[in-house]
């Protein structure tokens, strides 16, 4: 059973990078799926943030690509989300997801854009 | 911005049977399955039905979907009063290469 542990910072100051790590069980980081970052701002929808192919390659929501970066760790079974310059906007529970048949999702992780 | 279109709201007497739709297009839906989420109150979303039709175990038999064309829907027959909560319909999207969501439909049982 594939498990998906979102951590990191719960408080980030406006401007600054927003840096969160997905820690996965069960399956490694290297199968053939997607992985990758979805957010919720309070009260609002689901944002599909950008993903990860077992390759690589990755690819990010338009209105976020300027500012995402997504990486892999193979080597600690992790990948990892950073943001930069963010702003109240992107105050929101964040989760990190293996994008299969029956997708698997973290528990989610609030971060807030605060000074 | 969501890429796929619900109904803002649904709602029935318990018992009842209600539908919920979501309108995608050649590039998500119409090529790809379909994942509902059921969010409660306060928490995080639950994956409620998967590849078009499949429900995860636990999932009561009283939720179903389907698919047709670049259009989906979830039925929840026998409302029951648990089931007041915000629904969304899921699917990769060929174009992005990303995970595109519905945009919520918040079901109250009156």
């Known amino acids: 059973q594939v498990q998906l542990q979102e951590s990191g910072p719960g408080l980030v100051k406006p401007s600054e990078t927003l840096s969160l790590t997905c820690t996965v069980s069960?399956?490694?980081?290297?199968?053939?799926?997607?992985w990758g970052w979805i957010r919720q701002p309070p009260g609002k929808g689901l944002e599909w943030i950008g993903s990860?192919?077992?390759?690589?390659?990755?690819y990010y929501n338009p209105s976020l690509k300027s500012r995402v970066t997504i990486s892999v760790d193979t080597s600690k079974n992790q990948f990892s989300l950073k943001l930069s310059s963010v702003t109240a906007a992107d105050t929101a529970v964040y989760y990190c997801?293996?994008?299969?048949?029956?997708?698997?999702w973290g528990q989610g992780t609030l971060v807030t854009v605060s000074s | 911005q969501s890429v796929l279109t619900q109904p803002p709201s649904a709602s029935g007497t318990p018992g009842q049977r209600v539908t919920i739709s979501c309108s995608g297009s050649?590039?998500?839906?119409?090529?790809?399955?379909v994942n509902w989420y059921q969010q409660l109150p306060g928490t995080a979303p639950k994956l409620l039905i998967y590849s078009n039709n499949q429900r995860p175990s636990g999932v009561p038999d009283r939720f179903s979907g389907s698919k047709s064309g670049t259009s989906a829907s979830l039925a929840i027959s026998g409302l029951q009063s648990e089931d007041e909560a915000d629904y969304y319909c899921?699917?990769?999207?060929?174009?992005?290469?990303?995970?595109?969501f519905g945009t919520g439909t918040k079901v109250t049982v009156l």
């Open positions: 050649s590039s998500n839906i119409g090529s790809n399955n």
């Open positions: 990860i192919y077992h390759s690589g390659s990755t």
């Open positions: 899921a699917a990769w999207d060929d174009s992005l290469n990303g995970y595109v």
């Open positions: 069960g399956n490694s980081i290297s199968s053939i799926y997607y």
């Open positions: 997801a293996r994008f299969a048949d029956s997708p698997n």
